[in-house]
């Protein structure tokens, strides 16, 4: 029943690891985003996906690199962790640019 | 690009009391979202609002565009509704601080 779903829900792992954080919405959405919120709860745009095509890409280092197979889901791959890739990364998706966005319950990815 | 500044940065109340949390955008918007995000992290959607009011249980939200800001209402506030809200412009993909509201006991 879950709209829009992320996995993992919490991602610990080392300094200079790559690790994956996906993303699927149920929800026949046709634009899909990734927002990272650091630790002062500040939430920024990523990355927009809308029908599978990247429409927006805020400067965000290119060791992030978002891969969507199929309008249901938008994954992030991140390569070569570091200390300040820490935060929470939310899942978003909605009808079209412009339109009511449903978000995901976020992963938490901490970084040793 | 749009900035969005929310008011005030914090807020303490008391169980019951109500209150007025404020969105300001600096440029004309066509489409506005207010989130809840509770303790435990989840964003949760409270109204799209791009003009106008709307009102959903103790809660209700009210649009100016052509004066470039909005307001959401908490009335008879609980416990429950601590956390922080966010106001974010959805065609521009901003959001705000936030304001972290607690209620408390």
């Known amino acids: 029943d879950t709209a829009v779903s992320q996995t993992p829900k919490y991602l610990v792992t080392q300094m200079g690891n790559d690790k994956s954080i996906k993303c699927e919405q149920n929800?026949?959405?046709?634009?899909m985003y990734w927002y990272k919120q650091d630790s002062k709860k500040f939430l920024k745009i990523m990355f927009s996906y809308n029908n599978k095509e990247l429409i927006i890409n805020e400067t965000v280092p290119n060791r992030f690199s978002p891969k969507s197979p199929d309008k249901a889901h938008l994954n992030l791959h991140i390569n070569s962790l570091e200390l300040g890739d820490s935060a929470v990364y939310f899942c978003?998706?909605?009808?079209?640019?412009?339109?009511?966005?449903?978000f995901g319950d976020g992963t938490r990815l901490s970084i040793l | 690009g749009i900035q969005v500044e929310q008011s005030p940065p914090d807020l303490i109340l008391q169980e019951g009391a109500n209150s007025t949390l404020r969105c300001n955008f600096s440029?004309?918007?066509?489409?506005l979202q207010w989130f809840h995000q509770n303790p435990w992290g989840q964003l949760i959607n409270l109204f799209y609002?791009?003009?106008g009011t709307k009102q959903n249980g103790r809660l209700s939200a009210t649009t100016v565009a052509t004066e470039r800001y909005s307001l959401l209402y908490i009335s008879s506030s609980q416990t429950t509704d601590s956390g922080v809200y966010f106001c974010a412009v959805i065609n521009d993909m901003r959001f705000g601080a936030g304001t972290r509201l607690t209620v408390k006991p």
């Open positions: 929800l026949g959405h046709d634009t």
């Open positions: 440029d004309s918007v066509n489409n």
């Open positions: 978003a998706s909605s009808t079209q640019g412009g339109q009511p966005q449903h």
């Open positions: 609002i791009p003009s």
